[in-house]
């Protein structure tokens, strides 16, 4: 079955650190998004691309950046850890840009001391 | 600016039927999408609506009025697996998803 995964599940970091958080759908789906959930909050989005070597810019896409080399594989960098960065991470992948439901993958829990 | 609004956090019984509402103002709409989160869990798409009306899936049904920005998911038969908070989400005019805080759903016996 077609699945999207995210590792690691939990991290803990130190401020100041570079961190990659990964994500590979075999969906085979151009569109995969990354969000970050805080409580009070919706999802907000950091970053997306609609296919390979296309990348853009989300709501809160500051201390944050993505690479789309293949078709599978968002990975999600963390420049220089926060402590406002402290969050749940998820990523997720669609078919196609309207009309269609997003896959999520299981989520990153970061905690950043 | 983008804004969803949904209650909460909403309490209902085993059983009982629960409506969630959800209002909207966004730059241009292309859809709203309903997720169901179990807690500590990814979002698991629920239901897709588009055009004005109801749309009915088993025990849930999503409504839809354009015009008043106005959305609700209806939850018949409450089963204990049903406590979860549940996310609407709209697609604006650039396609991107605006997401609200969620409803938490509480089931008692």
């Known amino acids: 079955d077609a699945e999207i995964t995210q590792s690691p599940r939990h991290k803990i970091t130190e401020t100041g650190r570079q961190v990659t958080l990964a994500c590979h759908q075999t969906?085979?789906?151009?569109?995969m998004f990354w969000y970050r959930q805080d409580l009070g909050h919706g999802l907000r989005l950091i970053h997306y691309?609609?296919?390979?070597?296309?990348?853009n810019k989300g709501e809160v896409s500051d201390g944050y950046s993505v690479s789309r080399s293949n078709t599978e594989d968002l990975p999600l960098t963390l420049e220089s850890a926060a402590s406002s960065q402290t969050s749940v991470y998820f990523c997720a992948s669609s078919e196609r840009a309207e009309g269609t439901e997003a896959f999520f993958g299981q989520g990153t829990r970061l905690t950043v001391v | 600016g983008q804004n969803i609004d949904q209650p909460t956090e909403m309490t209902a019984t085993e059983g009982a039927i629960v409506q969630i509402n959800c209002t909207y103002q966004t730059s241009g709409f292309n859809g709203l999408f309903w997720y169901q989160q179990h807690a500590g869990e990814a979002p698991t798409f629920l239901s897709y609506n588009v055009l004005d009306g109801l749309e009915e899936k088993g025990r849930f049904s999503s409504f839809l009025s354009r015009s008043k920005g106005y959305s609700y998911l209806l939850l018949k038969e409450l089963q204990m697996k049903d406590s979860a908070s549940y996310l609407c989400a709209v697609m604006d005019s650039n396609y991107q998803l605006i997401w609200g805080a969620g409803t938490k759903l509480i089931i008692k016996p």
């Open positions: 969906w085979n789906h151009n569109n």
């Open positions: 691309s609609y296919g390979v070597q296309d990348t």
